[in-house]
């Protein structure tokens, strides 16, 4: 089982709809969770930190679910801007260095 | 703005020839950079972590004498890839952690450096 999984998609969504993604981490010892944004050819960039409270900025909401060690993505009134691929970061557990997922590939259609 | 500089952000060279990139931190300290490869439509791979004032620790299967890796200061990790073929086209990624800070757990990356090999 791969440290980090996420489905690839790609999730094909209209504009204005609501989608929502998940990623599994294997080590329950994991501390820190994060969700990035990559866009095509870019680099990844911080979209949000996961907090064991669950965290919401704007129209974006990410949770965490220790128990089933798997971390989600809410995004609400889809955007085109908002087609990217996201990334689930973890980290800890007996190490600093960051894992990712493979990325979840969204693509919001007019 | 960044605060995470790489540098070339795109490189074509011919095979056989090295090619150096450099990964700054711009308004912090590291003394860790993690360097990562990125093929199309694949995730960010881990290479190679950068250890300011010692040796790298590569990931299983990424040869340490072709992908060189020096990190001499607390803002500069530089990668540098020798005798580089085709197969070694890819995106790389630095990315580091300003580990001082007393929430030091964002992770910033670098632009990115396209690397073609013909």
């Known amino acids: 089982r791969k440290e980090v999984e996420q489905d690839p998609g790609p999730f094909n969504v209209p504009e204005g709809a609501t989608v929502a993604f998940n990623c599994t981490y294997s080590?329950?010892?994991?501390?820190?969770f994060f969700w990035y944004r990559q866009d095509c050819r870019k680099e990844p960039k911080l979209l949000m930190s996961v907090y064991s409270s669950g965290n919401e900025d704007g129209r974006f909401t990410a949770q965490l679910n220790r128990a089933s060690q798997y971390i989600s993505l809410l995004i609400r009134d889809s955007k085109l801007s908002d087609s990217a691929t996201y990334l689930c970061v973890v980290k800890g557990g007996g190490s600093y260095i960051p894992t990712f997922g493979r990325g979840t590939s969204l693509i919001v259609h007019p | 703005g960044a605060v995470v500089s790489q540098h070339p952000s795109r490189v074509i060279c011919k095979s056989g020839t090295s090619v150096k990139i450099e990964c700054r931190s711009l308004?912090?300290?590291?003394?860790?950079m993690f360097w990562y490869r990125q093929f199309p439509k694949q995730s960010l791979m881990l290479m190679a972590t950068?250890?300011?004032?010692?040796?790298?620790?590569?990931e299983q299967g990424v040869e340490k004498d072709k992908f060189l890796i020096n990190h001499a200061s607390l803002t500069l990790s530089t990668l540098t890839v020798t005798s580089a073929h085709p197969e070694d086209s890819s995106f790389y990624i630095c990315?580091?952690?300003?580990?001082?800070?007393?929430?030091?757990?964002?992770?910033?990356f670098g632009e990115g450096s396209w690397l073609t090999v013909v």
């Open positions: 308004d912090f300290q590291a003394t860790t």
């Open positions: 080590n329950s010892a994991s501390q820190s």
């Open positions: 950068s250890n300011e004032g010692s040796k790298a620790t590569y």
């Open positions: 990315s580091a952690r300003d580990e001082f800070r007393t929430t030091g757990n964002t992770i910033y």
